[in-house]
Structures are given as structure tokens and as C-alpha cells.
């Protein structure tokens, strides 16, 4: 059984910074080959990949129109992945999920999948 549970998020200002993190447990292991990712969604639309990271944190994906923003990254011994975003606009408003699975910028490869954290940020 593999578990995720994100965390961080909350009510920023345009231009903060905030840090979200994510905690993979898989049948009691922390150390987890699988690839992990952060995807979010915003109200009316559609999931939208944000980045992604190796199992052993060796590459790593970002949608293009975040990247310079946003930084992946992960503690693979300690089962937990992050997401550093900083220059927080507007638009970055959404729920953000944690997922684990392939490597790949498609949803679809990551069948696993945390409850989301909601960012919201304000002008």
C-alpha cells in the first residue's frame, strides 16, 4: 500500500515564497524507487503537470512555464519530496498534489496520488 501525504500550502502574498512537502510510505518503506511528482489543479481546469523527480532524485521535469519558479526536489531516504516556489503569482492559485509513479510530465503514468494542499495567493 502506498501512501502520500503532502503538506505546507495555505494563504500567501504575490511575490512570497512557500515550500510544500510530501511524505511517500510504501508498505512501511520510506525509500522508494518510484518517480514523484507535484501536479495541481485550478478552480475550472484541468490538472496540470508541474514537476517531477527520479527515484533517486538524478533529473528532473518542470512544466515550462515554471520553470526558474519552482524547484523539485527530494530526500530519498526520508521518503519526502519538495516543492520550493518562489515569485508566488495569482495564477499559481490551485491545489497542489503530490503523486508517485513513472517519470513523465502525463498524470496518468503517477497511480498514486496524495489528498492535495491548497495555495492560494492573493494580490
Known amino acids: 500500500q502506498v501512501q502520500l501525504v503532502e503538506s505546507g500550502g495555505g494563504l500567501v502574498q504575490a511575490g512570497d515564497s512557500s515550500r510544500l512537502s510530501c511524505t511517500i510510505s510504501?508498505?512501511?518503506?520510506?525509500?522508494?524507487?518510484?518517480?514523484m511528482a507535484w501536479l495541481r489543479q485550478a478552480p475550472g481546469k484541468e490538472r496540470e503537470f508541474v514537476a517531477a523527480?527520479?527515484?533517486?532524485?538524478?533529473?528532473?521535469l518542470y512544466a515550462d512555464s515554471l520553470k526558474g519558479r519552482f524547484t523539485i526536489s527530494r530526500d530519498y531516504a526520508k521518503g519526502a519530496v519538495y516543492l520550493q516556489m518562489n515569485s508566488l503569482k495569482p495564477e499559481d492559485t490551485a491545489v497542489y498534489f503530490c503523486?508517485?509513479?513513472?517519470?513523465?510530465?502525463?498524470?496518468?503514468?503517477?497511480?498514486?496520488w496524495g489528498q492535495g494542499t491548497q495555495v492560494t495567493v492573493s494580490s
Open positions: 510504501a508498505s512501511g518503506r520510506t525509500n522508494t524507487p518510484y518517480a
Open positions: 503523486a508517485a509513479g513513472a517519470f513523465s510530465t502525463v498524470s496518468t503514468s503517477y497511480p498514486y
Open positions: 523527480i527520479t527515484g533517486i532524485g538524478s533529473r528532473t
